[in-house]
């Protein structure tokens, strides 16, 4: 299997097309509300506030910007090529949790 992995050539990216793969869905909902309220002529106050992921949806990155390629090496043991074998399309992190910003803005 591991052969099928290959260096691309120099000025190459790779030999798989653009989208050839499907990975996990990525959905994320922002939201920001605000609201200016008018205390004189010319002065105005703006609270703000601002939700990144409001439904706090775990979305699942492959950490696929970087793969281990020592594990092709003529020299690499079958324990490191049985551990890549194991952990490769397996999920290492996670994208955006929840972050709620509250702001003032006060134009004069």
Do not use: C, Y
Not at 18 to 41: H, I, M, Q, Y
Not at 46 to 74: H, M, Y
């Amino acid at each position: 299997m591991l052969n099928l992995f290959a260096l691309p050539t120099i000025g190459q990216s790779g030999n798989l097309p653009r989208n050839a793969g499907s990975g996990p869905g990525f959905f994320l909902l922002d939201l920001n509300v605000t609201r200016e309220f008018k205390l004189s002529e010319r002065v105005r106050l703006r609270p703000v506030i601002e939700f990144d992921n409001v439904l706090n949806k775990t979305v699942f990155s492959f950490g696929s910007e970087f793969i281990n390629f020592n594990s092709f090496a003529p020299t690499a043991t079958a324990d490191q090529r049985q551990a890549f074998i194991d952990s490769f399309f397996v999920t290492t992190r996670t994208l955006r949790p929840r972050q709620i910003r509250l702001g003032v803005r006060l134009d004069f």
